[in-house]
């Protein structure tokens, strides 16, 4: 048992490496979440130049934007392997639970970068201004795992349909819908003024419930959809 785990980590960190490399070549999905919330931030911080967004707004307006940049990215997560015909050696080489680790830890990486730069720029741009702390950090954390759960299993049932663009986009709003309406409530709350931490509670078990099963849905179907 400890070695199946040994080499069940091992290759989970191999495929999560491989594509942290493939990444680096290529940049074509840091560059497109980037790019794409860059300048979505940067238009909005224009439009409301001298007016201001109201604290509700700014909450879903954020988290569209995280949402929006995610989908314009994290699809090709599964979709590269089956355009460049390495899904094959990836099946021989690593277990269908490593596979999707790894893709999962790589897309929990982009979206973890993705909120360093959006954040900041909505300090500056929109005029975020955050009174708790605590559970915007939170928020953002278990947003963030969430969402990479449901993008990494729903990526991997597309990446063999024809039409994969439109497709994720498609599949993954309903899916992603509860986590985008906790999300948005819990970070409207951290941007209340005398807001605490204990304020967010509902939003955040919410987000705690939906991270754990995403995950462990992700993991248990995962192997169905890949072998398929």
């Known amino acids: 048992m400890p070695a199946r ?21 290529t940049r074509y999905a840091i560059g497109a979440i980037v790019m794409f919330a860059v300048i979505t931030v940067i ?17 879903i307006v954020l988290w569209l934007v995280i949402y929006f940049a995610s989908v314009a990215g994290l ?7 089956e355009e460049n015909r390495t899904a094959l050696a990836l099946r021989m080489f690593a277990l269908p639970s490593s596979v999707f680790g790894g893709k999962y830890l790589f897309n ?19 005029g975020l201004e955050i009174e708790c702390i605590p559970l915007f950090l939170a928020v953002v954390a278990l947003g963030t795992l969430g969402l990479a759960g449901s993008t990494t ?3 991997a049932i597309i990446s063999k349909a024809s ?9 993954s709003f309903p899916l992603i819908l ?5 999300a948005i409530k819990g970070t409207q709350k951290a941007l209340y003024e ?3 931490f204990i304020n967010g509670l509902p939003e955040l078990k919410v987000l705690i419930s939906y991270a754990i099963v995403m995950s462990i849905a992700g993991f248990l179907l995962f192997e169905y959809v890949w072998n398929d």
Do not use: C, H, Y
Request: charged residues 15%.
């Open 5 to 25: 785990q040994s080499s069940l980590g091992s290759k989970t960190a191999a495929v999560l490496l491989k594509d942290i490399k493939s990444e680096f070549r």
């Open 43 to 59: 238009a909005v911080g224009f439009a409301t130049s001298g007016v201001g967004l109201d604290r509700d707004l700014q909450g």
């Open 75 to 81: 699809g090709q997560s599964f979709i590269k392997e």
């Open 108 to 126: 929990l990486i982009l979206l973890m970068a993705l909120v360093i730069v959006i954040v900041p720029l909505f300090i500056f741009l929109v």
């Open 153 to 155: 299993i729903i990526a």
């Open 163 to 171: 039409i994969k663009g439109v497709l994720f986009a498609v599949m």
């Open 178 to 182: 509860p986590l985008l309406i906790m």
């Open 194 to 196: 005398n807001s605490e």
